[in-house]
């Protein structure tokens, strides 16, 4: 009898041979703004810029011993989170979780890794804008500890109308304990 493949999620740090993948990905998650893997490779080569890609990969690799960065090279990408560091403070500049995998942790893991990479180069807090009518989003962030701080009236376009943007920010230190 065969037995069922196991899924594993592996998250690692974006390289230029990722980019046409993450902009595959932001375009489908981000439609109505579309980035080219040009764009993607602009604002990975932004001082301060990181980022990090989800691949899902059948569990066997391990068992035989293949590093996470072979069984990330062979997987499949699945979600990418873009940011930036400055001095004390840090941005996630976008992230998406491609929509049939939506509601399995990916897009956590993702800000985890975007927020424990943060701390390292020096940030104490991270800062994002989102919809004001993204609840998906407003839940992630809620979940990993951020509150709102302001807001941007009518920052996003949908069609003809405007959507706010909330401004969010995780202070690191107490959202990475
Ligand atoms: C926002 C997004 C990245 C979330 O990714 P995800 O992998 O589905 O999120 P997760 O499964 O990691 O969920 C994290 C938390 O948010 C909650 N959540 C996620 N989607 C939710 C939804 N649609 N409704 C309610 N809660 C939701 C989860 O329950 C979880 O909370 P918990 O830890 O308390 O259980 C994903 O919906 C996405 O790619 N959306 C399109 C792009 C986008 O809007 N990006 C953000 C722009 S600011």
Do not use: K
């Amino acid at each position: 009898m065969m037995r069922p493949v196991r899924m594993r999620r592996i998250v690692t740090p974006i390289g230029g041979l990722h980019f046409g993948a993450v902009a595959t990905l932001q375009q489908l998650c981000f439609p109505e703004d579309p980035w080219s893997a040009g764009v993607i490779g602009q604002i990975m080569g932004l001082s301060g810029s990181f980022g990090f890609l989800a691949v899902e990969t059948s569990g066997d690799g391990a068992a035989a011993g293949r590093s996470d960065e072979d069984a990330a090279a062979e997987g499949v990408p699945i979600g990418y989170v873009l940011a930036r560091a400055m001095a004390d403070e840090a941005e996630v500049i976008s992230i998406g979780v491609a929509s049939l995998l939506r509601g399995r942790r990916h897009g956590a893991a993702l800000l985890r890794a975007a927020m424990a990479r943060a701390v390292e180069l020096g940030g104490r807090r991270l800062y994002l804008e989102v919809a004001q009518d993204n609840a998906a989003a407003h839940a992630l962030y809620a979940a990993a500890g951020f509150v709102s701080v302001g807001l941007r009236p009518g920052y996003y376009r949908r069609g003809r109308s405007v959507v706010d943007a909330l401004i969010y920010r995780v202070d690191l230190e107490a959202g990475m304990a």
